[in-house]
């Protein structure tokens, strides 16, 4: 059996940097769970991509690793394709997981025209010869149209108690301003392990 370690890739640095935001736009909390220090968790995205998949299982996995708490990640342990459920109970169970977070996601995509635009100059004097009028020319700069497309990450979280069996947190979130997937995974999972920790899931 493999030992509940984060993969060796989750201790590269991180190779972007930006202003990815998320917010968590629903979040529901077991009034009845009586949270356990939390010492291992086990990590599974839901994403028909399996690349992606990866990425936001290892940063979900890394940023609860920065909490002090031990993550593995489904693909870390068992080979691609769906999850034998059998073998992950047993695997949770007998390496002492406290917690399994289930991560899906849906990419929303808007799309908006810009129009055109003219950013106006005050004419310069004509005298001075062609160059003047020349110059003029280029304070008028000219602005062409063109469509933009905002795309906005949409995760839902649900983290399971391996003891009790039972959804015991779920969250919603959306993730904008991001360049690439690493960049809104580690958004997203930091977003998530604060909101675990405010919730008072993520006990130690």
Same mark, same amino acid.
């Given at each position: 059996?493999?030992r509940?370690l ?8 991180l ?13 529901w ?6 949270a356990?220090?939390?010492?291992r ?6 994403i028909?991509n399996q ?6 299982e /290892?940063e ?8 002090g708490?031990q993550?593995?990640?489904?693909a ?11 073998k992950v ?22 799309v ?13 004097p ?7 009028a020349y110059g003029?020319g ?12 905002? *795309?906005?990450v ?5 983290v ?7 959804l015991?947190w ?6 904008? /301003? ?9 958004? *997203? ?16």
């Amino acid at each position: 059996m493999k030992r509940l370690l984060l993969a060796s890739a989750l201790a590269l640095p991180l190779l972007f940097s930006g202003c990815a935001s998320t917010s968590m736009v629903q979040v529901w909390r077991d009034p009845n769970y009586v949270a356990v220090p939390v010492k291992r968790i086990f990590v599974v995205a839901i994403i028909p991509n399996q690349q992606y998949a990866v990425t936001f299982e /290892n940063e979900v996995a890394r940023a609860f690793v920065s909490k002090g708490v031990q993550a593995a990640t489904a693909a870390g342990i068992f080979p691609p394709g769906a999850l034998d459920k059998e073998k992950v109970t047993q695997y949770v169970k007998e390496n002492d997981v406290q917690l399994v977070v289930v991560m899906r996601l849906n990419k929303q995509t808007s799309v908006q025209y810009n129009p055109p635009s003219v950013a106006y100059v005050p004419p310069a004097p004509y005298y001075g010869g062609w160059y003047g009028a020349y110059g003029y020319g280029y304070g008028a700069v000219y602005s062409p149209g063109y469509y933009s497309e905002d *795309v906005t990450v949409q995760a839902e979280t649900n983290v399971y108690g391996v003891a009790s069996e039972k959804l015991v947190w779920s969250g919603n979130s959306n993730t904008f /301003n991001f360049s690439s997937a690493q960049q809104a995974a580690s958004s *997203v999972a930091a977003s998530l392990v604060a909101d675990l920790a405010k919730s008072g899931i993520l006990v130690k």
